[in-house]
């Protein structure tokens, strides 16, 4: 966080933040930096750097309630919350919302559509219908699969910092 009035007048002023607290004490950490500041009146505040916060970008003047609220999701569910808060939104993000979402991460979409089907058992019932003979020539696209669950918005695929993908239910 620095100071604005520092910062116009040539001063820079501010003091790394600890995000992952509630906007109140947040909010008195900026307050507490703002009276250290050279400047005679320092009242106003931006931030100009920030780090682990994943993909996601914050704004300058972004809230204070929605720093905490993000960090807050980060420090409890990991990067794959700002990856989900990137995909959504940042006002959308809400990090009791995320668990109800929040499918897994896959080393591929056609993972995630194998295990899927794997676990309805559909595939199974679906060979328990053909001839003995024909089973081993069915084949499932799985990543085909994966693609119409995306197109037609029942999911979310993000892609995470190792090429793997964060599923998520829309």
């Known amino acids: 966080m620095a100071s604005l009035s520092g910062y116009n007048e040539g001063r820079l002023h501010g003091a790394w933040i600890e995000a992952n607290q509630s906007e109140e004490d947040l909010t008195a950490a900026v307050a507490a930096m703002l009276e250290q500041s050279p400047a005679p009146v320092a009242e106003e505040w931006a931030i100009h750097d920030y780090e682990d916060f994943g993909p996601l970008r914050l704004g300058e003047f972004e809230s204070l309630g929605v720093v905490a609220r993000l960090a807050a999701g980060i420090a409890k569910h990991g990067r794959v919350f700002a990856a989900w808060a990137d995909h959504v939104g940042i006002d959308a993000a809400l990090p009791h919302e995320f668990g109800d979402r929040y499918l897994g991460q896959y080393d591929s979409g056609e993972v995630f ?3 899927m089907l794997d676990e309805t058992g559909v595939v199974e019932a679906v ?6 003979d024909l089973r081993p020539f069915v084949r499932i696209d799985h ?3 994966f693609e119409s669950l995306e197109a037609g918005g029942e999911i979310a ?3 995470g910092p190792g090429g793997d993908v964060y599923v998520f239910r829309n």
């Open 113 to 115: 559509a194998e295990e």
């Open 127 to 132: 060979l328990e219908q053909l001839p003995e």
């Open 143 to 145: 990543q085909a699969y």
């Open 157 to 159: 695929a993000v892609e």
